[in-house]
């Protein structure tokens, strides 16, 4: 079905026009720009040369005429036939035709994406319906799951499906291509640390009438705009290159994006987004984190109780080596109370004056 399609795309494209098909090899760098853009339908040519115009140098010269033409092709496709596919030129040019996000390695995903996951999501109204379906559904469908084990941070989608194994970074990666697949807007969206320190964290932003957010792997039922690290972005701090949250754009800013996994290297455009997840602050409540770990320190799924002042009573389960490394038990409670914590026979009481992470091995 794949190569029929990709014959019946090229077909469509030569059709037209009078084109040397043995040039589709060669890489980008070596074609004049005019006769790249001649190579797509007339609907297609503001796109192809946008992307020309936008996409790095370096990927001129690694990657094919093939390469780009199935890119703007399916991009297209994907725009046209789906109900959410509306949006302005300016966002299906920064946030759909795009085939990379950062400096992951540069796949041929379009036409296997559409294929695996538009049938999924082709009854959706939305596209924030069409990209909660996705986060619930892609990874199982590709075997992929979290885990810091994997080969490297900045994984592209085959090379995470080829792993079993993807953090944060790859796993983003994924579901971005994966949404713009089927023609929803999509970018990646990150801190190079939390404010307290504890570590980096990746996720995803789609548009529907604004931006909404939810982490890759980490849905949270049909929602968006909901997620575990809410209460860590919400510290972060607005034009800070190291504890601000910034959003990855192809468009030319005045930021780089700060990428944890290659420090210092500016070379991905970046818009600062910071003020937008302030909003989830609650500055009346201190959050104490708790993690249980076994004798070899991985993180175990463990019910644990907590009580304290005011008739206080809680119980919930810690996380295990299946959810982000900073995503831990949490309760928001208040100032200068006094609580105790307990798992099987482990008891521990604290007075909560601050942010307090408490790590129980069993």
């Not at 996951?117 to 996705?134: D, H, Q, W």
């Not at 979290?146 to 796993?171: F, H, M, N, V, W």
């Not at 801190?191 to 939810?214: A, M, R």
């Not at 109780?305 to 080596?321: H, I, P, Q, T, W």
Request: aromatic fraction near 14%.
């Amino acid at each position: 079905m794949k190569h029929i399609l990709i014959v019946i795309g090229y077909f469509i494209i030569f059709t037209g026009c009078r084109h040397d098909e043995s040039k589709l090899g060669k890489a980008v760098d070596q074609m004049e720009p005019n006769e790249m853009i001649g190579y797509v339908p007339n609907n297609q040519k503001l796109g192809m040369k946008w992307l020309l115009n936008n996409m790095l140098e370096d990927d001129k010269k690694t990657l094919s005429v093939r390469f780009l033409l199935d890119n703007c092709i399916y991009a297209y496709k994907a725009w046209e036939n789906t109900p959410w596919g509306s949006v302005n030129d300016s966002l299906f040019f920064e946030y759909v035709l795009p085939y990379s996000s950062l400096n992951e390695r540069r796949d041929n995903w379009r036409l296997d994406f559409y294929e695996r996951f538009y049938p999924i999501v082709k009854n959706a109204k939305s596209a924030y319906e069409a990209a909660a379906i996705l986060n619930n559904n892609i990874f199982e469908m590709v075997g992929v799951i979290y885990s810091t084990k994997r080969p490297k941070a900045d994984q592209s989608p085959y090379e995470s499906i080829e792993a079993g194994l993807a953090s944060c970074t790859g796993l983003s990666f994924m579901l971005i291509d994966a949404c713009r697949s089927v023609g929803i807007p999509a970018r990646f969206v990150g801190t190079p640390s939390w404010y307290n320190n504890s570590g980096n964290h990746s996720w995803v932003e789609i548009w529907d009438n604004g931006w909404h957010f939810t982490g890759a792997y980490e849905p949270t039922g049909d929602k968006l705009n909901d997620g575990w690290f809410t209460d860590l972005a919400a510290r972060a701090v607005e034009g800070h290159p190291k504890y601000g949250i910034y959003a990855s754009t192809w468009k030319e800013t005045d930021i780089y994006f700060p990428m944890d996994w290659k420090p210092g290297v500016n070379k991905y455009f970046a818009v600062d987004v910071t003020p937008r997840y302030q909003n989830f602050l609650d500055s009346n409540l201190i959050p104490l984190r708790i993690k249980v770990v076994d004798s070899n320190g991985e993180r175990k799924r463990i019910l644990v109780s907590v009580s304290g002042d005011n008739d206080f009573s809680f119980a919930g389960y810690s996380k295990d080596e299946k959810n982000d490394s900073n995503d831990h038990l949490t309760l928001y409670l208040p100032e200068s109370n006094s609580f105790i914590i307990k798992v099987n026979q482990y008891s521990k009481t604290v007075i909560l004056n601050k942010e307090e992470l408490i790590e129980i091995k069993i």
